[in-house]
Structures are given as C-alpha cells and as structure tokens.
C-alpha cells in the first residue's frame, strides 16, 4: 500500500505517522460484510493519501465482479469511517478496477445512495442485505469462541456464562482471546439483552443456548462460519494470483455499458 | 478411470466442463476480457504451479486440448458440458451449445451436451429449446440467473417466466436442470445469486432434479440448509473441489458440511474446466482423508464408496450412464484429438 502525507509534515513526521495511524485504525473497523473481515486484512487498500484534512483511499476488491452492492457498503462504510475523525474535513474513496467503479465513485462522491449509482436498477434493501451478513456474522464468530469454550471446560459451564463473565474472560491471555474480543463486539449489537447477568450465548432471537439445543445450533454456526471463511481464502487466492500472475490487460476492446 | 493401487477401477465424470472462447476477437466489449480475468484468477490461486497454462492457452484450449487434458491426462471417462452464453460480453458467445458441441462430436459416446434457455427470451426461447432439443437430445439444461440480457440484470427461478420452461423439460424429457449459483457475475440485484429460489421451484417441480452449481458459493450455508430439505436438489460441487490443493482445509471443511447436509448421494463432482482441470483434482481428492473430527461433523468418513458415488456414480444415475460400457469404452489416445473437427 502507499502511504502518503504533505510536504510540510517532512519537518513533523510523527505528526504525520499518527494521522496516518488513525486513518488506518478506522479503516480497520470497515468490514467486507460477506467475510466480516476486515477491508484492511484483506488487502483491499491500494492507496491511502492525506493533507491537510483531506483524505484519499483508494481500494480494488479480488475481481471486477465482486458484488456491486457488497463493493458500495464498503465504500459508503470508509467514507463514514474517516470522515468520523474530527480533523477529517473531506474523504475521498475511491473504487479500482470493477464493472460499476464509475457509477459507484461518482455516487459516493455526491453523497448518493445506490440508487443515485444505478438509477435504472432495482438495488434491493440494502439494510436488510447489511442485517442478514451482520447475522451470519454474529454466528460465525460465536461458534469460534463457543467451540474453544467447550473443548476447554465443557458445554455446560461454556453455557451458563454471562455476558459480563465472558467480557472478563475475554480480557484474559488466553488462546481465544482475539475470537472473544470479536464475539462481544457483535454480541454486544445482535442476539438480545445485553445487561451484565444476560447469558453470552444466545441465538439471533435472544433465547440462551442450552445444552440440548447445542449441538445443532453449533452445526448451524459452523456453516455460515465455514462458507464465509472458504469465501475469504477465494478471495486471498484471487489476489495472490493477480500479484504472482496477471493477465496482460486488454486495451483495445470498447468500453462496456457502466463504464 | 482412476485406478487406484490396489487395481480398483473409479468411475470419474467430470459433471462441470466448458469450451470457450474468450480470445480477444470475440469479445464484445471490456467486460469479455474482464470476465475471461476473473476466471484467470481462479486458475492461477487454485492450480498447482506445475500444472499452470499459458494465459493463451487459457484463452481458448480448442477441442484438442479439452480431449487431452480430460481424457488422456485428465481420469475422466465422461463430461457433462454446460453451455454459458454471455452474448452481452462476447460476440458469438463464450461457451455456447454449438461451441460445445464440437466435443461432443470428437468424442459422442464420452460427452454428455446440456442445453440452455433464458426464460426472460419468452416464446421464441421456448421453440429455440424444442428446436435444439430436437437435434441434440437433451438430457440436462443449465441456467445462469445471473446472466444479463439486455436491460435485465438477471432473473430468479421464483419468476412466473420459469413455469413454462420446466414444463417443456418435462414434456421433452429434460430432467437435469443445473443452476448456476456461484461467484464470478454478480448483478446488482442480490435476488439473482440467492441460492433460496431454488427451493421454490424445487418444490413445484418435484419429478425434476435441481444441480445448484458451486453450491451456492458463497452461500454454501444457505445452499446446505436448503438442499437439505429438498431431495431433487443436488450440489453441483464444481470450483469446491479446485480447493482441495490451495487450501485443503476449507475443502475438506465444505466437503463435511455438504456430506451431512445432503449425504454422498447427492454431490456431483466438477472441475469446472478450464477453470482448472480435473487430472490433479481427482489425484488429490483419491488421497485425501477426513481427519477425525471432519469425519464426526460430516457424519461419514471419505472411503472408497463415498468417493465413488461423487467422483462418477452420482451422475450416472442422474443421467442415465451405462457405468460398465463407459469403463469398458477404448482408451482415448492423443490421436483422437487431432482427428477431431476443429
């Protein structure tokens, strides 16, 4: 990735590291909703400029067909992200190499939905899109600290954790530790009260897990976690290979219709 | 035919192949190229270095090199073409029945030829089907929901256009009807990659056998919970198995979820060629094992039998394959290749 900062900060680079710091801390927070994973981690960030206030991100996602609602999130997602910072006055995001990178850009630039991108479209509920991700998300990273919790001291006592209890746990050293932290996070939104006695492990409806029902709700968890994890390492393998072995670009065929 | 050490004989048919076209003189406009990309990319991160082609090559492999790779290097002993039109990405089409049928007449007794339709193409697509079913014999059709044509983005099987269609199928005796639901083309609107249509029309045509290529991916979650309760669908495991080299845990990790979801009846292997090819694929996937916790989850352990029903049997009960006279058919020799129509 390129980093750049103004002239001026030559003279205070520490000023500049921690602006950039910041920004980067904040595009951390940004996740590709179908991996809920990180836009950082997955190495979407090609470009990350700075001056004066203003800042530009480019990124580019492993195909030009990745989905232009997903690629619109993300893009919305950053732009509201770094714009949060108080000495942000202005941030630019903008799309790489994708089918709909211009409908798209220009609509972020103006503060447009994506309707305003693809006016002659139907561009489906994009907040229910944005829940049912978010879901699938919540089970996934649950199954991963609720597997670990289990291995260690069994279903029931894994089970009978609070929230407050778990948040503890979570600020321990221990080798799940980085999957706990994320489970609260989410927990912390989606899956029922949130007070300190209200059990850690819930299902989507709010209703505890209990050891009857484990089982198939752990099998249920590990499939969403399972798809979006192989849709992940797709995703790595795509852009590995874009980097060890591209296509020669092609540069003589017409233009398509959105671009 | 994939024998293994101990002379078994394994029954392979490739259920996912292509034979495209993708050289610049066919593409319409940038998205051939960019399509043509993203398939790239997938055989460059899933193929073993060794085993890597050209980007020529890839481009267009010819009936020559399609006969090589399955049937001299490849194990396969029958592949199931599935047709991919595209014609708003590539003049004459990427992958079209005419295309494919070039294989098909190199190698008749090896190739099964699907068709295709698109329901949005309203009367005229159905007597096009009937026409090209008349000349072909038809035994499976493949959908692409996601494909554009014209101002459509694509279309979802719960649309009232689908009926008519499937009940031409069943007069015509069409019963395989492969859908693509997997990455690559991705319309705008979400509904046209959603695997959860397929449960609709499943439900009303339950004489008919539903494909879902790739599983769904990325939904193989959804597509699990669906195909779960729907005994006419079945997983078209195209693009799973391509992990099985790169990133052999979330193979075998799909693979476990797919085996207690729809047990090892119902998945049908695929190389999705020439995405990658199948000569590795079935290599690697004889030699791979569960270990024991997969094993638990999937509910079956990856023996011999189970390997047997994906790799080939599964999809000659579906499509009607004499298993003894496929194994018993003459090797196919490199010759074959060049006598071949171009």
Redesign the interface.
Do not use: M, Q, V, Y
């Given at each position: 990735m390129a980093v750049a900062t103004a002239a001026s900060d030559a003279a205070r680079p520490d000023a500049a590291a921690s602006r950039r710091a910041e920004l980067l801390a904040r595009l951390e927070e940004v996740l590709d909703p179908?991996l809920d994973r990180s836009v950082v981690e997955m190495g979407f960030i090609q470009e990350l400029h700075e001056a004066g206030g203003e800042v530009t991100v480019a990124f580019r996602l492993?195909?030009?067909?990745?989905?232009?609602?997903f690629a619109f999130l993300m893009a919305s997602d950053m732009q509201a992200a770094l714009e949060a910072l108080p000495w942000v006055t202005r941030a630019e995001v903008r799309l790489l190499d994708h089918?709909?990178a211009g409908r798209i850009n220009r609509a972020i630039a103006g503060r447009g939905g994506?309707t305003e991108a693809?006016p002659?479209?139907?561009?489906?509920d994009l907040g229910a899109?944005r829940r049912r991700f978010a879901e699938?998300a919540f089970l996934g990273r649950q199954e991963r600290v609720l597997r670990a919790l289990i291995a260690a001291a069994g279903a029931e006592a894994a089970l009978r954790l609070t929230l407050a209890e778990l948040e503890a746990l979570a600020q321990r050293e221990t080798p799940f530790r980085a999957d706990a932290l994320r489970y609260v996070a989410i927990r912390r939104r989606l899956g029922g009260p949130t007070d300190p006695n209200a059990a850690a492990f819930t299902d989507l409806d709010g209703v505890p897990v209990t050891p009857d029902c484990c089982t198939a709700h752990l099998?249920a968890a590990?499939?969403?976690r399972?798809?979006?994890?192989?849709?992940a390492?797709?995703c790595r393998?795509?852009i590995?290979?874009?980097r060890?072995?591209p296509?020669?670009e092609?540069r003589?065929?017409?233009?398509?219709?959105y671009? | 035919m994939y024998v293994t050490e101990t002379g078994e004989q394994v029954l392979v048919i490739d259920g996912h192949v292509h034979l495209w076209d993708a050289r610049p003189a066919n593409r319409r406009n940038r998205y051939g190229f960019t399509f043509i990309d993203s398939f790239w990319g997938s055989h460059v991160g899933m193929t073993p270095p060794e085993r890597r082609w050209e980007f020529e090559r890839f481009l267009h492999y010819g009936v020559d090199g399609a006969v090589q790779d399955l049937f001299v290097d490849g194990h396969v002993d029958a592949a199931i073409m599935l047709p991919t039109y595209l014609r708003d990405f590539f003049v004459d089409g990427f992958n079209t029945v005419e295309q494919c049928a070039a294989l098909k007449q190199a190698l008749p007794d090896r190739i099964i030829l699907d068709g295709r339709f698109d329901p949005r193409d309203g009367t005229e697509g159905l007597e096009r089907l009937e026409a090209e079913h008349a000349r072909w014999g038809f035994q499976g059709v493949k959908l692409y929901t996601a494909e554009w044509n014209g101002a459509s983005r694509g279309y979802t099987l719960r649309d009232d256009i689908i009926a008519p269609y499937m009940e031409l199928c069943r007069k015509l005796g069409i019963r395989n009807i492969h859908v693509h639901k997997g990455p690559t083309i991705h319309p705008l609107n979400l509904d046209a990659f959603d695997v959860r249509d397929v449960d609709y029309v499943a439900t009303a045509f339950p004489d008919l056998n539903f494909v879902v290529d790739h599983c769904g991916m990325p939904r193989t979650d959804d597509f699990c919970w669906i195909a779960g309760q729907e005994p006419n669908v079945y997983g078209g495991l195209a693009l799973i198995p391509s992990f099985i080299h790169a990133r052999p845990r979330y193979f075998a990790n799909m693979l476990a979820d797919l085996l207690y979801f729809l047990g090892p009846d119902r998945l049908i292997f695929g190389s999705d060629y020439g995405i990658t090819s199948p000569g590795w694929i079935v290599e690697k996937f004889m030699a791979f094992q569960f270990d024991d916790e997969t094993a638990r989850e999937a509910g079956h352990e990856l023996t011999l039998d189970v390997k047997r029903k994906i790799l080939g049997l599964n999809a000659a009960r579906l499509y009607g394959l004499d298993v003894a006279a496929l194994l018993a058919l003459p090797q196919v020799a490199p010759a074959d290749a060049a006598r071949a129509p171009a």
């Open positions: 179908e492993p195909t030009h067909w990745c989905a232009a609602a089918f709909a994506l693809f002659d479209e139907p561009g489906g899109l699938k099998r590990r499939r969403a399972s798809a979006a994890e192989a849709n390492e797709h393998l795509l590995e290979a874009r060890i072995a296509a020669p092609d003589t065929s017409p233009s398509g219709l671009e | -």
